[in-house]
């Protein structure tokens, strides 16, 4: 098993443009996260979905939106990218119960110029 | 404002010393306090957990010790070896979508 994967591993983004971070899970999970890891900040959650095709908002959203067509992916989009976005980007997936733990990607390094 | 206090953000231990760890949190409802090792280039991964029905838990050399009066945990890692070298990240939870609220992180250095 993969477990989490994240697509790709390293962008250069100028300010304004777009992309989109991809998340995916091969161990049947219903819950899936992204998180923003900044400096001396912890890891910080942007978006969230307990199943496919639902997503709520974290604690710092602003700025992104996401998506989850299928279960076993989770799409974080930066519609006009800015510096202050600058930032590691983890996803995260876990099962359909409390207390669990939660296995995470290898991350993307996202820079905005 | 973060949920999830801890300190010290750096740590320096030399090899076979005790490394402690100190989380403290203000939410009352948190029931579930993981702690999260990563090593650079890696993303985070479960070290051990608690949940504050009990005092201390205890794996190998890592142990959790849980103050619920106080509302503060902490890691100790004993005998403390270079490969322990990483940062770590406490965390708090409530019965919510297994949300995680993270602490700032402790970058640990084992010199050997």
């Known amino acids: 098993n993969a477990g989490v994967t994240q697509t790709p591993k390293f962008r250069v983004l100028k300010t304004g443009q777009s992309m989109t971070l991809l998340c995916a899970q091969d161990m049947n999970h219903e819950y899936m996260y992204w998180y923003r890891q900044d400096p001396g900040m912890g890891l910080r959650l942007i978006h969230y979905?307990?199943?496919?095709?639902?997503?709520a908002k974290g604690e710092v959203p602003d700025g992104y939106n996401v998506s989850r067509l299928k279960k076993q992916n989770f799409l974080l989009g930066l519609e006009s990218a800015a510096p202050s976005q600058t930032s590691v980007y983890f996803c995260?997936?876990?099962?359909?119960?409390?207390?669990?733990?939660?296995?995470f990607g290898p991350g993307t390094r996202l820079t905005v110029l | 404002q973060q949920q999830v206090k801890q300190s010290p953000q750096s740590l320096i231990v030399q090899k076979g010393g005790i490394s402690i760890i100190n989380c403290a949190y203000e939410?009352?409802?948190?029931?579930?306090f993981p702690w999260y090792q990563q090593f650079p280039g890696k993303g985070p991964a479960l070290l051990i957990a608690i949940r504050p029905d009990v005092s201390e838990k205890k794996e190998g050399r890592f142990t959790i010790s849980f103050n619920k009066s106080a509302k503060q945990f902490s890691l100790h890692i004993m005998d403390s070896q270079p490969g322990d070298s990483a940062t770590y990240f406490c965390a708090a939870s409530i019965d919510d979508f297994n949300k995680f609220y993270f602490g700032s992180g402790t970058k640990l250095n084992v010199k050997p």
């Open positions: 979905s307990v199943g496919e095709g639902t997503t």
């Open positions: 939410n009352t409802a948190f029931d579930y």
């Open positions: 995260a997936s876990s099962y359909r119960t409390t207390y669990n733990e939660q296995f």
